[in-house]
């Protein structure tokens, strides 16, 4: 089967890795890709960024499957585009319709659909330029710490939670009417603050059936401790130790059997992940967001756990055969640390060498923030790397991981030294 993969980050490396272990792969191609998905398959020279282009490509290399690893391909529609040609519908799109990724691509879309399906969220109210006021008299009548959600996608940015009441109002002003997130933050979502500890669940569902996938908690302060700016992530653990069975037979009757029987109650077209980011509080799970893909640095440790044919996987979400198949996974605890550029998430330098990364042997690296000049591997982002590691514990998952990156160097070098510190590592 030739597999062409969407996507450049630490997130693609890891799905690419998994895909080419199949049995059943025959060229894995993946764009734009990084120097990691290079060892992994073919990347795609220049990228393909529309979708007349990703069809073409399909039809020349006789492409059986598109795996979507980012969001905005599938915002804006991806899987309608491929499977309403004549020429391309025969191709297999493990992502879901443009209007399945409304989930993600807009919170006031999210929330709604929420309400209509009695899944537990964050009470709240949308606004915009229009009801801005209504707006500030909304945060006056909250608790602090107040939330903030621009509407759309703002490459994990669109988030605010602030402590002050008028800080709230300033930000809710310059992002509605000062376009301070684009148009992402036309309309912004006001929402609870709710306190407890976070969790991530993953299916699949080829849009009647679902499998869970092994759960993850990821960590996205960039100071140790969860102090600092939020960041794309810093590290993942897999599974989560109070992911109990009682934990996620609530989260599987209260969150996701209602999210697979809406979408299928509101003929949404769903092949592909969802990504359930929940707040545990008390005990119950209350949903903070959908993503409508899999879940960065968290794939680069659910996905290296997936001991099932990914490409097996593949072929029943598309032929809709997921509630007769099983999913096998890796009994052991599995970490990923991110490595990143020093200065992240705000201003930081690229361009620097990577050295050591030929010396690691007892963990997985991923790249995410990396090109090439010549043979030499350079930083090009804010995440870097992110290394995974295996053990029967997770304190020995970490031990590994942590001991590979004091092998790999590059100027500014920085990583989290507490990734599951707030999780029982034995």
Known sequence: MNVLLLGSGGREHAMAYSISQSRRIGTLYITPGNPGTAQCGENVKPDLKTAAEIKAFCLEKNIEC???GPEVPLINGIYDQV?????TAHIAVIGPSQAGAMLEGSKDFAKEFMERHNIPTAAYKTFTRENLYQGFNFIDSLRAPYVLKADGPAAGKGVLILDDADDAKRELAAMVAESKFGDAGSKVVIEQFLKGIECSYFVVTDGKNYRLLPTA?????????DTGLNTGGMGAISPVPFATEELTAKVVRRVIEPTIRGLEAENIIYKGFIYFGLMIVGGEPF????????????????????QTDVLDIFEAIENE??????????PRAACTVVVASGGYPDHYPTGFSITGLETVNNSLVFHAGTRKDGNRVLTSGGRVLAVTSFGKTLKE??????????NIAFEGK??????????DTN
């Open 287 to 306: 949903v903070i967001e959908y993503n409508c893909r899999m879940g960065d640095p968290e794939t680069e440790v659910v996905f290296p756990r997936i």
């Open 397 to 406: 998952a970490l031990g590994k991981s942590y001991a590979s990156i004091d």
């Open 414 to 423: 920085y990583f989290r030294r507490d990734i599951g510190f707030d999780v």
């Open 66 to 68: 598109i795996v979507v």
């Open 321 to 330: 055969t997921l509630d007769s198949f099983e999913i096998k996974t890796d």
């Open 83 to 87: 499977k309403s040609d004549v020429d």
């Open 217 to 225: 908690k990821d960590y996205k302060r960039i100071g140790e401790g």
